[in-house]
Nanobody, 127 residues
Framework: QVQLVQSGGGLVQPGESLTLSCAVSGITLEYYAIAWFRQAPGKGREGLACIRDDGWAVYSDSVKGRFTISRDNAKRTVSLQMTSLKPDDTAVYYC?????????????????????WGEGTQVTVST
């Protein structure tokens, strides 16, 4: 059974940092790309970042330079380090795993390549 268990969400002030983690089980992580998405109230799900099985990472323009995605296959975890957080970053954040070929796993343009999802974790950026 595939499981993606998220942790690390919470309430922070603007300008602060937060790291989200996604613990993966039930799949051979080395063969999968992992992506992070988010969904703000009243908005669609937005793809933020992806790290492929070869370690290559891409970011959406909205988070490039502020967020960093990383993976540790030995620990079976993928992390999203978020810095310089803004109120607009407030959303429910999701990790997802996909084994399709590029560009089907480019989260900036599609969710079709991802069929395994975490439960979501709330991030709130507010004073």
């Amino acid at each position: 059974q595939v499981q993606l268990v998220q942790s690390g969400g919470g309430l922070v002030q603007p300008g602060e940092s937060l790291t989200l983690s996604c613990a993966v089980s039930g799949i051979t992580l080395e063969y999968y790309a992992i992506a992070w998405f988010r969904q703000a109230p009243g908005k669609g799900r937005e793809g933020l970042a992806c790290i492929r099985d070869d370690g290559w990472a891409v970011y959406s323009d909205s988070v490039k330079g502020r967020f960093t995605i990383s993976r540790d296959n030995a620990k079976r975890t993928v992390s999203l380090q978020m810095t310089s957080l803004k109120p607009d970053d407030t959303a429910v954040y999701y990790c997802a795993a996909g084994a399709s070929m590029w560009p089907m796993i480019d989260p900036r343009t599609t969710r079709d390549g991802y069929n395994n999802w975490g439960e979501g974790t709330q991030v709130t950026v507010s004073t």
